[in-house]
């Protein structure tokens, strides 16, 4: 399991040492791009409008790469959760809950005035587990990564 503690001054780190957990964990290619530009859309909101700063957990459960992002801010306006449609070019916001939706296999929100958590899942590719190495992989053996990344 990776925990990260982020805030405005770390995203860049933050997004680095996702990457690296995310493809120790088995996501590559296109599938890794579409996850992290998800969890990066998740994570500027929650520096935006969530409080500053959050709180980013990763693991690997039943082949599905998991990544919680909870923040403590006033919550999400239940208008901005509606399935709504991708706003036009000019209109300002309104594309980081779209595109969390359309990039990952799941994306679930619970939201309140204590503040919001969000969890994106994105299947992961069968591996062989005669591989020693994958079978350690999949046993999620990444070292039990825990941090704070703010300066």
Request: with cysteine.
């Amino acid at each position: 399991m990776t925990v990260l503690r982020f805030d405005e001054h770390c995203l860049h780190r933050t997004r680095r040492v996702l990457r690296v957990a995310a493809r120790h964990r088995g996501l590559r290619g296109e599938r890794l791009d579409d996850f992290l530009i998800a969890i990066n859309e998740c994570v500027v909101n929650a520096v935006e409008h969530g409080g500053g700063q959050g709180r980013l957990t990763l693991w690997r459960a039943d082949g599905v790469l998991l990544c919680e992002v909870r923040d403590r801010g006033p919550g999400i306006p239940a208008p901005a959760l509606a399935d709504a449609p991708l706003p036009p070019p000019g209109a300002p916001g309104g594309r980081g809950i779209w595109l969390m939706r359309r990039l990952t296999d799941e994306a679930v929100f619970t939201t309140g005035p204590a503040g919001t958590a969000v969890r994106l899942g994105m299947r992961l590719p069968c591996q062989d587990l005669d591989d020693p190495a994958a079978a350690r992989e999949a046993g999620g053996t990444f070292g039990g990564m825990t941090g704070d990344v703010r300066r």
